[in-house]
């Protein structure tokens, strides 16, 4: 039985890669190249500057972060402020509270961010405790282990005692290299990525990963 639960947003409790995907792609396009599904799951779980200055890096022009942010990011504030739920992500959240075990969000969205997001989807504050890409205490983002850590630390429990369910390469790294137990969210709809490794659980569905929770309850 697990001691905590943690979780990451985009892509594991709101439907918003594919949204991300759409505002890198535009600003990009803006600037007269075109990212490939392959550039795009790259910067699946990742900060935004480091993902900006990973498109800078593929952008046959010299522009700054800074300028390539200007336009993105009112695209990307327009696309995800109506941000859906992932299948399954209410309830299994509703479920550990209603078992009064402990829960963090771990996400590489700023604060600001987090807020625009979940602002129609108000359970998502069930996690109590939220490592964000732009808390003070964090050294590093995803994919090193320190947003785990300092969300294990929070939760005053050790990473090894703890569930992490993620969706990108990034955080699967960083949920991994801090110590728990990782379950991968693969929608068969989800941008290319490379092959999970073996101590990772994959699943298609969050309610997969309720389910077995039901069973090691019962």
Do not use: F
């Given at each position: 039985m697990p001691e905590a639960f943690l979780f990451d947003l985009d892509g594991v409790l709101l439907d918003t890669e594919p949204l991300h995907a759409i505002a890198w792609r535009q600003a990009a396009a803006h600037f007269g190249t075109?990212?490939?599904?392959?550039?795009?799951?790259?910067?699946?779980?990742?900060?935004?500057?480091?993902?900006?200055?990973?498109?800078?890096?593929?952008?046959?022009?010299?522009?700054?972060?800074?300028?390539?942010?200007?336009?993105?990011?009112?695209?990307?504030?327009?696309?995800?402020?109506?941000?859906?739920?992932?299948?399954?992500?209410?309830?299994?959240?509703?479920?550990?509270?209603?078992?009064?075990?402990?829960?963090?969000?771990?996400?590489?969205?700023?604060?600001?961010?987090?807020?625009?997001?979940?602002?129609?989807?108000?359970?998502?504050?069930?996690?109590?405790?939220?490592?964000?890409?732009?808390?003070?205490a964090l050294k590093a983002g995803k994919p090193a282990p320190d947003p785990y850590q300092l969300a294990a630390l929070k939760l005053n429990v050790r990473p090894q005692d703890c569930w992490a369910f993620e969706d990108s390469d990034a955080g699967c790294q960083s949920a991994r290299q801090a110590g728990c137990t990782v379950w991968r969210l693969m929608p068969t709809n989800a941008l290319s990525a490379s092959s999970p490794l073996e101590d990772i659980i994959c699943i298609h569905a969050l309610a997969e990963a309720e389910r077995q929770l039901r069973k090691i309850v019962q």
């Open positions: 075109d990212l490939s599904d392959a550039q795009l799951a790259q910067l699946q779980g990742q900060r935004r500057l480091e993902n900006a200055r990973q498109v800078c890096s593929w952008i046959r022009q010299p522009i700054s972060p800074e300028q390539l942010l200007a336009v993105r990011q009112p695209l990307a504030a327009d696309l995800l402020s109506t941000a859906p739920a992932m299948p399954g992500a209410e309830s299994l959240l509703r479920y550990i509270h209603s078992l009064n075990l402990p829960m963090a969000l771990v996400t590489s969205s700023d604060r600001n961010s987090l807020q625009l997001k979940i602002r129609h989807h108000p359970w998502v504050n069930l996690l109590e405790v939220q490592v964000c890409g732009d808390d003070s």
